[in-house]
């Protein structure tokens, strides 16, 4: 709920089972209250009326706090600017001179962050910069520099077109990425082979510095690429999320500015990029392949991590099988599942959708269960194409045993995980922010150590070489 003041600054309720006191003090008289509302940059508070007796505004309020469960928060001094009685309380709103509360990480997540929270951050992370290697500080001031020159650059072309047709601005910018555009992009590459070279012997504490420091110092530019941006702020909590996997899958120019877009097309156009996109259809062409040498009419496939399941829309597409199967798909997000719902939805009217279970669940439903398959069912084929990337090994393992123990017999199960030879390792972790549980082929084999007699364990990968699958037939 919110409602509109004169000087038309929006403010927000905060919902009634949400305690959070705030204390303050006016003549060193001490009041304390419950926060009702907030702007931007200040607070609504709620006092019963029989202990505040003051009759106008104009006083200053000094001692602010807030207390939040265990935590408290002094905010300092602050001015009343606005104080009117209703239904026996006394609301009152309150500016503070020099703090700021963010109200809604307060509200929404019950975390107190303020001004000096921020100061502590940053000189946390003035510290983090003597552990930075003195060369890669110097590498970082050429990329930071390069970057600059072709943002001003581009911006400045960009200003021209401004006012010119919509078909125009495109044909013109297609233009840039022959010219200018093509040296952006040539500058970004050779900037990444100079990190991968630079940093190829440091340790995990260097890579974790450096590439902190990198991000902190590009970050401005970071933002201003689609696809680097969400990689680094993580709106849904992770990498890897459906919106993320979509921009990969579609590998265009996306952006406000032509700096922006370039710099969004380049981190999708990488050998891991590349794997994302082949492992889509090498598990599509997978599926077929068993399915072709099955004799099933109701052929069960379970996808664990699904996401927005773009290989389950391709085979409903194509697929000369696709009236046999039956897909289960599961994901412990909601949106990722919807995605794929609405895509597979798109495909003649709907058609193939009664063909398909939507499974909101986490993997953790796999594994905290002892028995998985009498729950969930046992199935032909099952598969996860990047779900193994952020599990540690001894929960690889027994996600392993367990997703095997649902399979029937002859039936497959195919686990896909980056090598650690990945190719975009360092971009991915230097300035996309993403890290990832990388694997060797003897680490993979390693995970089926504790399975009941499978018939074959082989290791393939797709055409960029950067990503493995394990097939595992039961």
């Not at 959708?353 to 998985?372: A, G």
Request: hydrophobic share 35%.
């Amino acid at each position: 709920m919110s409602y509109i003041e004169k000087r038309e600054a929006p403010r927000f309720r905060i919902l009634n089972n949400f305690n959070c006191k705030f204390q303050f003090q006016i003549d060193s008289q001490t009041y304390e209250g419950l926060l009702y509302d907030y702007s931007r940059f200040g607070l609504g508070v709620i006092l019963n009326s029989n202990n505040f007796f003051l009759k106008k505004k104009e006083y200053e309020v000094t001692n602010c706090k807030i207390f939040l469960n265990e935590t408290i928060r002094e905010l300092g001094n602050a001015r009343l600017v606005r104080m009117n009685q209703k239904d026996g309380k006394i609301h009152l709103g309150i500016f503070f001179d020099s703090e700021f509360v963010d109200m809604d990480l307060l509200t929404q997540k019950q975390v107190l962050i303020s001004q000096e929270d921020e100061i502590k951050k940053i000189i946390l992370h003035f510290t983090v910069q003597e552990s930075v290697p003195s060369e890669f500080m110097q590498f970082t001031a050429r990329f930071q520099y390069g970057l600059s020159l072709y943002k001003i650059s581009l911006d400045e072309l960009d200003a021209k077109f401004t006012n010119e047709p919509k078909k125009l601005q495109n044909n013109l910018f297609h233009a840039i990425t022959k010219g200018i555009g093509k040296k952006f992009y040539d500058f970004l590459t050779q900037s990444i082979e100079e990190l991968k070279t630079l940093t190829q012997h440091y340790n995990k504490h260097q890579n974790e510095v450096s590439g902190f420091f990198l991000r902190k110092s590009i970050f401005h530019f970071i933002l201003e690429s689609e696809f680097l941006k969400r990689t680094n702020l993580r709106p849904k909590g992770y990498a890897g999320d459906a919106v993320m996997m979509e921009m990969i899958y579609k590998n265009e120019y996306i952006g406000q500015s032509s700096f922006g877009k370039i710099f969004h097309k380049h981190p999708i156009e990488t050998k891991a990029a590349d794997a994302v996109r082949n492992r889509r259809r090498y598990i599509e062409q997978q599926i077929i392949q068993k399915m072709k040498n099955s004799t099933l009419q109701d052929f069960k496939i379970l996808s664990v991590a699904c996401g927005p399941s773009w290989e389950v829309a391709d085979f409903f597409i194509s697929s000369p099988y696709k009236e046999y199967a039956k897909f289960y798909l599961l994901d412990q997000d909601n949106d990722a599942l919807l995605e794929a719902k609405k895509r597979i939805g798109s495909i003649e009217k709907g058609r193939y959708l009664k063909q398909c279970e939507f499974i909101h669940e986490s993997v953790r439903t796999i594994l905290k269960n002892t028995n998985p398959a009498i729950t969930i069912g046992k199935f032909d084929f099952i598969y996860s194409m990047g779900l193994y990337d952020y599990l540690t090994f001894t929960v690889a393992k027994v996600l392993t045993k367990k997703l095997y123990s649902m399979l029937k017999e002859n039936a497959l199960l195919i686990i896909g995980n980056y090598h650690e030879k990945n190719e975009t390792r360092k971009y991915m972790e230097y300035i996309m922010d993403w890290v990832l549980y990388y694997r060797n082929e003897a680490e993979m084999l390693e995970l089926t150590e504790e399975l009941d007699s499978p018939s074959l364990i082989n290791i393939e990968f797709e055409d960029s070489q950067n990503q493995m699958f394990m097939k595992i037939i039961k």
